[in-house]
Structure formats: structure tokens, C-alpha cells
């Protein structure tokens, strides 16, 4: 079992920045990937950013590329989301997810945390 725990969500005007923090622990091994889906209301969950744990290679939407950066230390365990130049479109609640071997852009993450609530205004 791994658990994950998110933090660092908030309230920010749109233009500013939020970095995102997804604590692992339990029998979390080196060739997961960590990644981010959000959830707006009334959506379907989308996938964000992911990252081979060991690797280091990372995936992005399209939607995010050149504004998210998904990073990971591995003293910690812990899996960020540096969010710039946010958007009023970026609002909803952020997940993170883990899986072993293959970064998947699906929801098919056998480990979920919580969410933590990103509201962008405008």
C-alpha cells in the first residue's frame, strides 16, 4: 500500500503561481510514477503532469506545457507541481496518483490522495 498526502492548494489571482507538494510513504518503490490529475466541476478528472520516479522523464498536457513543472525529491518522497502563470481555466481540485512503470495519461493510478482545491480568480 502507498499512501499520498497533497498540499499547498489555495486561493490566487490569475497570473500568479502555487507549487503543489504529494507526500509518499508505505511501500513506494523506485520505478512508480507520480502523477497529477485535476477534477473541475462537472468535469471528467484530467491528467496534469507525470514523472518516472527513478528516470526522471516527465509528461505533460498540452494544456500546461511551459507553465506547470512536475519535480520530485527523492530524500522526501515527495512530488511537486510548480503551477506559473495561472489561469481562471486551471481552477479545480488537484490529485495526486501513483502507479508502477509507465507515466499513462488515464486514470489508471492504483494509489489516489486526497485533492487539494486550486481556485484561480480573474
Known amino acids: 500500500q502507498v499512501q499520498l498526502r497533497e498540499s499547498g492548494g489555495g486561493l490566487v489571482q490569475a497570473g500568479g503561481s502555487l507549487r503543489l507538494s504529494c507526500a509518499a510513504s508505505g511501500r513506494f518503490y523506485s520505478n512508480y510514477v507520480m502523477g497529477w490529475f485535476r477534477q473541475a466541476p462537472g468535469k471528467e478528472r484530467e491528467f496534469v503532469a507525470g514523472?518516472?520516479?527513478?528516470?526522471?522523464?516527465?509528461l505533460y498536457a498540452d494544456s500546461v506545457k511551459g507553465r506547470f513543472t512536475i519535480s520530485r525529491d527523492s530524500a522526501k518522497v515527495t512530488v511537486y507541481l510548480q503551477m506559473n502563470s495561472l489561469k481562471p481555466e486551471d481552477t479545480a481540485v488537484y490529485y495526486c496518483a501513483a502507479r508502477p512503470d509507465t507515466i499513462v495519461v488515464r486514470a489508471a493510478y492504483d494509489y489516489w490522495g486526497q485533492g487539494t482545491q486550486v481556485t484561480v480568480s480573474s
Open positions: 514523472i518516472h520516479w527513478s528516470a526522471g522523464n516527465t
